[in-house]
């Protein structure tokens, strides 16, 4: 499915998620909280879209990595497939990390950082693979959201 690239540049530098993934990429309305408990900090997690049972979440904070691993340890308990998007406390950078679990090797965070002063191109582009047309819903399964989110941000960094 083709989305509007100028919209979505917009949305994501308003911080709209539930517009972006409701409207543009046609996923489903999810509206669930979850705090939790963490290293004398809670955290709160806010549901915002889900796709087969494939739920994306917002956090209005930007831990560091361990902590974003702990705390996708504990989301895991209640969402098993998952995307979040940390936000900065100004609105002006956002981290969307999805972590990769495979049976026998440790759990890989994937993760892109999008600043409201950039284009968006590169986010846009890989939002395009989550995107779900009508004509897909009736036969989409959890394996493949999964697999489209999997395609579109497990990307290892490369290095020179």
């Known amino acids: 499915m083709k989305i509007d690239g100028s919209s979505v540049r917009r949305l994501l530098k308003e911080c709209d998620f539930k517009t972006l993934f409701r409207e543009q990429l046609g996923w489903d309305k999810h509206t669930a909280?979850?705090?939790?408990?963490?290293?004398?900090?809670?955290?709160?997690?806010?549901?915002?879209?889900e796709k087969r049972d494939f739920q994306v979440f917002t956090c209005s904070t930007l831990p560091d990595l361990p902590t974003r691993l702990k705390l996708d340890r504990q989301l895991t308990k209640s969402a098993r497939e998952h995307l979040v998007i940390y936000v900065s406390p100004?609105?002006?950078?956002?981290?969307?990390?999805w972590v990769r679990r495979e049976p026998d090797k440790p759990a890989a965070s994937r993760d892109y950082r999008f600043h409201v002063g950039q284009t968006g191109d590169l986010l846009v582009q890989k939002l395009e693979a989550l995107a779900i047309g009508l004509a897909e819903e009736e036969?989409?399964?959890?394996?493949?959201?999964t697999g489209r989110v999997k395609s579109a941000l497990d990307v290892d960094k490369i290095t020179k």
């Open 33 to 49: 909280r979850l705090d939790i408990p963490l290293d004398g900090t809670t955290y709160s997690l806010s549901a915002i879209a």
């Open 90 to 97: 100004d609105r002006e950078e956002q981290l969307w990390e």
């Open 139 to 145: 036969t989409l399964t959890i394996v493949d959201v």
